[in-house]
């Protein structure tokens, strides 16, 4: 997955690809170094303006093209312009985006998260792998619910959202614990605030923190019950 931040004010590197033709040079640089994927997002005040452009140019190249928000009119109008998934941060707060996804037969991503949007909050847990796993089942179910079809959906852990830096690296570390719930995991670890704790370093300065964690989550190893072999298909 590469990261297209149609925002200006993104801490990553949003001033650096501040208009469309900007966007649209980073998405395709990031497919041909690899990128199977792009996400975009937007501000909240102005997404589908800034959105919905993007996701029309990117379509018509062909790229599959997931966006980044919580609200169910960015989301339709989103997958209107012809994105294959949404990538929603808010847990499915409204499912409404997990009907639009019915409705087009596209794919959701569903992060657990205890906080509201853009909120940092720190509820705490006795056990944060434990409501990881029990919310998003319960999301899952939800969502299908709501009509759309399992292996459409895609669960994130939600690094550093509503979870402390320390609270964030026991997730991780136990991440093999959401294999049971059956569904391809999201890793979003990029220059998150976890590993700013553990480096000391700024955002911009996270690459080697952020490429460490991807590579723990990728070797992290799968329950015998879950792995598909090449006849399972």
Request: glycine share 8%; net charge negative; aromatic share 4%.
């Amino acid at each position: 997955m590469g990261i297209v931040n149609a925002s200006p004010e993104s801490f990553s590197d949003g001033s650096e690809v501040a208009d469309l033709a900007a966007q649209l040079r980073r998405a395709l640089a990031l497919t041909e170094e690899g990128a199977d994927l792009i996400d975009v997002g937007g501000p909240p005040e102005e997404e589908i303006e800034r959105v919905v452009p993007l996701v029309e140019r990117l379509a018509a190249e062909g790229i599959v093209v997931s966006v980044d928000t919580w609200k169910a009119p960015v989301a339709q109008a989103a997958l209107d312009a012809g994105a294959a998934m949404i990538n929603d941060v808010s847990g499915l707060r409204d499912p409404l985006i997990a009907d639009a996804c019915a409705a087009k037969g596209a794919s959701l991503v569903i992060m657990h998260t205890r906080a509201e949007p853009k909120h940092k909050e720190f509820p705490g847990y006795d056990d944060p792998v434990a409501d990881v796993v029990a919310f998003l089942r319960e999301r899952i179910a939800l969502a299908a619910e709501r009509g759309l079809a399992e292996e459409h959906i895609v669960v994130d852990p939600g690094p550093d959202f509503a979870k402390t830096p320390a609270e964030t690296v026991e997730v991780l570390s136990r991440l093999s614990a959401l294999h049971e719930l059956g569904r391809p995991i999201l890793l979003a670890a990029s220059r998150k605030d976890f590993i700013g704790a553990i480096t000391g370093r700024s955002p911009r300065e996270r690459l080697a923190g952020s490429l460490a964690a991807v590579g723990e989550g990728v070797d992290s190893p799968v329950p015998q019950r879950t792995r598909r072999t090449a006849r399972d298909g």
